[in-house]
């Protein structure tokens, strides 16, 4: 064939090349030919450059892909992937006379489905390959069409795996192996019945009909441009038209990967060349070899690579606006959602194509959340659903339905938490609450029996979803609407599949279905290439030509990838039978990668050089081969960077403003009062005190379904309160308490009244808490804590019961003169008792005393101590709680009587020692002397109180933090500070 010279700068596209070429020759006709393309985007291009190159308004020529001449050849129309599997699963169970479930198939029936389409683009004759496998053993009389070096691999593989040296593993694989081949047959013909196909039956179909009696394409001409790797009906296709002098070939190469045999990247162009050769070349071209400006950079981590980004794209731009002339290429498909958070502000257009998993979105994360509401939903006959409250609780919070119904949603979590609900219903919740949510939350928690009755109510929420995202013109939001409408489609598809293949599955079975086809879909995000800035996988860079290039995760385990598509047919047996193999995927790598820096002028290469979670830190073979190799210079630097604290910087908040006004609250009878466990917080440290009452910082709320010391204690508490109730304001004796004690049972199912109350909220539900080993046992512990304080209290005997649980206000006068003060004080007395020698503050302690530590203190200046070895914060609120009854002592005597503080640490009730006395450490002796009477102790006590709180309320005397850091290990609100972070 005669070749025509033409001659072409090295900076100019492929696409554009081929535009000027055919336009050349073919003017105004160029509109009559069929254009074929590897890609949409080459497509785009193409016709971008063909506008430019006219004058006057012309047809544009029809184009086309691969796959719609096939699908135009053989009359077939290619189905989803989902009807296909189910299609699949019904061949293959017949054909294997298996009971296995479409769930546990599905994985097994992708991998067998990309076999067949392998072995159908590559026109492998299926029948040798996938009979049984001890007639395989044949491989001269068999396989003889076959040549010397497939038979050897092919021999290879039946040494190694042979069906006479029978283990389990030879038995099950030759099990599978005998259903493959009638598994196949069937297959293809079921979906011809149904005139479907995968895309390989029509790649296959196609190209036999070509073989056999060929196909009336009228006076069409086609122009496959910008192709590399091709299968055999690629192939067939191609000969076809070739012979009918109907094809034109545009090779998109460079002769320094072409020349040299050894280079992988020529491995397929090489072949391409010889049999479809073009009619233009131009043997002195080669823009690779020109002056290029490429550099490889080594990060230590992969978010540090997108973080780099405006730097490197300030590099390779100069003063040009970033447009499509520039592309961010990502090996790694992972970090397209860093990359778009990285980019620099001033990008005025960007395209994104690529694929991105579903697995990494929203959509998912909520997909997965209802499946696990429901599989962990318990389920009684003829009784509502009860879901458990975490999964309750990640589905109200999950950001799709805040956004479709916020007020009702967050009206379920307060009230889920409030009442500390460990398992809830729909029926828990008023119908009217989401009355007004563009989503009925109640539905989600309602029963799904069926597959079909969860896909219905998940499609609703998606369209619930998708219409507020239609609403939001934000970068966010047109990703987020591609990920709803891409699980949506994907969604309806799986259904209609299974529909229309009449396979009925459970509920559960379902649900792991729907993760496994969800888990593998990765969304085609496809914009306008012909405009902005280019993000970019690598494969599909194909045809595309850039002046600016910055790519990032080569790292060699990324670049090329390593593995290849799963498969039943082992690697001798791909070899033997011509089918791809790693070698031929590593080749396609190369070629995209060489050909990207064609005709690229400024090259940014970026890997992580870290080795971590499976990945070597390795550079990619190419970027080795790059700079050992070529013609350019290829210097490489590395950039990292280190954590360091940062110099602690003190936080001060000025009591002004607003916290002035809130600080004012407390003081002359405002509507605010300090309690004992406030007044704690600010001696242990100001800055804690801000945060919790000033700025009302608090812990997130959340439901407790272990058995904690909070829990315990309210059961206790209510408990006693409950027990000592009949007897308020009246005498108790001893013989009263001993009659209490014989009634055990009147004990224990108090108890358990008040642990249904704490644990479930619902008393009803008291016979569910006796099979709950864990409050059972909480049961347990506090009958045994109860007995064993009315046991005391009985030695303690008579006394009157002057308070339970009792709110007491008291006003505190701080100051002198014009400068005088008052400040609201308000607590909860646990109880009051009054005796002939006066009355006890008892306040119980569920907690543990750390072997009376707790119950003893230095001095009374140690309880308003900064450090927190010395203060002891029960101590300091039985004291306060004395103060105030000591100034009330009237109320039960006409003078003033003893006042005792007193804990119950219940945990020591059983201790002979036991007697809930407080001890102060003697001033000239050792050890410690019980406080039979608060009364020496409150001058000193009552003047380091008002010192307290003049310095609270001097405004003057910022918010501070403690100088007492071991106090911040247990702060909640260290993190705020920074206290938290250790080196």
Not at 18 to 47: D, H, I, K
Not at 258 to 278: K, V
Not at 513 to 539: H, M, N
Not at 586 to 603: D, G, I, N
């Amino acid at each position: 064939m005669e070749f025509l010279e033409t001659s072409a700068t090295p900076d100019m596209p492929f696409l554009q090349r081929t535009v000027q070429s055919l336009f050349s020759r073919y003017g105004e006709q160029t509109g009559a030919l069929t254009l074929v393309f590897p890609s949409r985007r080459a497509r785009l291009y193409f016709s971008e450059y063909l506008s430019q190159q006219l004058s006057r308004p012309l047809w544009l020529p029809q184009c086309a892909g691969m796959g719609d001449i096939f699908s135009r050849i053989s009359g077939l129309t290619e189905a989803n992937r989902y009807r296909l599997i189910a299609e699949l699963y019904k061949c293959y169970k017949a054909c294997h006379k298996t009971d296995e479930t479409f769930e546990h198939f599905y994985f097994w029936g992708d991998v067998m489905l990309n076999d067949f389409e392998v072995l159908d683009k590559y026109l492998v004759q299926v029948d040798p390959l996938l009979k049984n496998l001890a007639a395989l053993k044949n491989i001269d009389s068999s396989l003889s069409f076959l040549s010397q070096e497939q038979r050897a691999a092919i021999q290879t593989f039946w040494q190694n795996f042979s069906p006479e040296k029978t283990g389990l593993l030879q038995a099950n694989f030759a099990s599978l192996w005998s259903a493959l081949l009638p598994t196949y047959s069937s297959f293809r013909q079921a979906l011809r019945q149904k005139n479907l196909a995968y895309q390989g039956m029509l790649y296959r179909d196609g190209a036999e009909i070509l073989l056999k009696s060929g196909f009336d394409f009228g006076a069409e001409k086609f122009a496959f441009i910008g192709f590399n790797a091709l299968n055999e009906c690629e192939k067939t296709l191609m000969r076809y038209l070739q012979k009918e002098q109907r094809a034109e070939f545009f090779w998109d190469y460079d002769r320094y990967y072409i020349n040299d045999r050894h280079q992988e990247a020529g491995l397929f162009m090489r072949q391409n060349l010889r049999e479809f050769p073009p009619l233009e070349v131009d043997e002195s071209y080669s823009p690779f070899s020109e002056k290029k400006d490429i550099q490889v950079i080594a990060t230590s981590s992969d978010v540090l690579q997108a973080k780099l980004l405006p730097k490197l794209l300030d590099e390779v731009r100069g003063n040009r606006p970033l447009d499509r002339r520039t592309a961010i290429v990502l090996a790694d498909e992972g970090l397209l959602i860093p990359t778009l958070y990285s980019l620099p502000p001033d990008i005025e257009m960007l395209n994104v194509t690529m694929g991105y998993p579903l697995s990494q979105t929203p959509i998912y994360s909520l997909i997965e959340i209802l499946i696990s509401l429901h599989k962990n939903a318990r389920v009684a006959e003829n009784q509502p659903p009860k879901f458990y409250h975490k999964d309750a609780l990640a589905l109200l919070q999950h950001q799709y339905i805040r956004m479709v119904a916020g007020k009702e949603a967050r009206a379920l979590c307060s009230k889920i938490i409030r009442q500390n609900r460990v398992y809830v219903s729909a029926g828990d919740f008023p119908e009217e609450a989401g009355s007004r949510s563009r989503f009925p939350v109640r539905q989600l928690l309602t029963k799904l029996s069926t597959p079909n009755a969860f896909t219905d109510m998940l499609g609703k929420l998606m369209a619930a979803v998708a219409a507020v995202e239609a609403k939001e013109d934000t970068f966010d939001g047109k990703l987020r609407r591609e990920y709803v409408a891409y699980a949506y489609k994907s969604l309806n598809q799986l259904a209609g599949a299974l529909r229309e293949s009449e396979i009925l599955l459970e509920t559960a079975d379902f649900f792991n279905l729907l993760r496994s086809a969800l888990r593998g879909i990765r969304i085609p995000f496809e914009g306008e290439p012909v405009a902005g800035l280019q993000v970019i996988g690598i494969l599909e860079t194909r045809a595309l030509d850039f002046e600016n290039v910055v790519a990032l995760s080569l790292n060699d385990d990324i670049f090329p990838r390593g593995e290849t598509e799963p498969s039943l047919i082992p690697y001798n047996l791909r070899r033997g039978f011509g089918l791809p193999t790693v070698e031929q995927h590593e080749a396609t790598y190369a070629y995209c990668f060489y050909r990207l820096l064609q005709r690229a002028r400024r090259v940014r290469l970026v890997y992580n050089s870290q080795s971590a979670d499976n990945r070597s830190g390795e550079v990619s073979r190419y970027l080795r081969q790059l700079a050992m190799e070529s013609p350019h210079d290829v210097p490489e630097r590395s950039i990292s960077y280190s954590v360091t604290r940062a110099p602690e910087k003190p936080i001060v908040v000025e009591k002004t403003g607003t916290v002035a006004d809130i600080l004012n609250e407390y003081l002359d009878g405002g509507e605010r009062a300090i309690s004992a466990s406030s007044l704690n917080s600010y001696i242990a440290c100001s800055l804690k005190f801000y945060f919790a009452q000033i700025a009302r910082l608090k812990e997130p709320e959340e439901v407790d379904e272990e058995v904690d010391g909070r829990m315990l204690g309210n059961i206790f508490h209510h408990a006693m309160q409950a027990i000592y109730a009949p007897y308020l304001d009246q005498s108790v004796s001893a013989a009263d308490i001993a009659s209490r004690l014989q009634n055990r049972q009147e004990i224990v199912e108090l108890v358990e009244k008040e642990t249904a109350r704490e644990a479930l909220n619902d008393e009803a539900e008291v016979a569910e808490i006796l099979r709950n080993g864990q409050l059972r046992l909480v049961k347990e512990v506090v009958v045994k804590y109860v007995e064993g304080t009315l046991r005391h209290d009985a030695q303690c005997a008579p006394f009157t019961v002057a308070g339970l649980e009792k709110k007491i206000e008291h006003k505190l006068q701080i100051g002198d003169g014009q400068a005088r003060r008052t400040v609201n004080f308000s607590g909860y007395i646990d109880r009051i008792d009054a005796t002939d020698g006066g009355i006890r503050i008892i306040d119980y302690k569920t907690g543990s005393s750390f072997n009376g530590k707790k119950e003893k203190f230095l001095s009374v200046e140690a309880l308003f101590s900064e450090k927190e070895e010395e203060r002891r914060p029960e101590i300091l609120q039985t004291l306060l709680y004395s103060s105030i009854m000591h100034e009330k002592g009237r109320v039960y005597s006409q003078q003033r009587v003893a006042v005792t503080p007193m804990l119950f640490f219940i945990r020591n009730v059983y201790r002979n020692d036991f007697d809930g006395s407080i001890k102060i450490k003697n001033e000239n002796e050792k050890g410690y002397s019980a406080v039979t009477d608060a009364a020496p102790l409150l001058p000193r006590f009552e003047a380091l109180l008002r010192a307290k709180l003049i310095g609270l309320f001097d405004y003057s005397q910022p918010f501070v933090q403690t100088g007492d850091a071991d106090a911040c290990e247990w702060c909640p609100y260290s993190e705020i500070c920074g206290r938290k972070i250790k080196f």
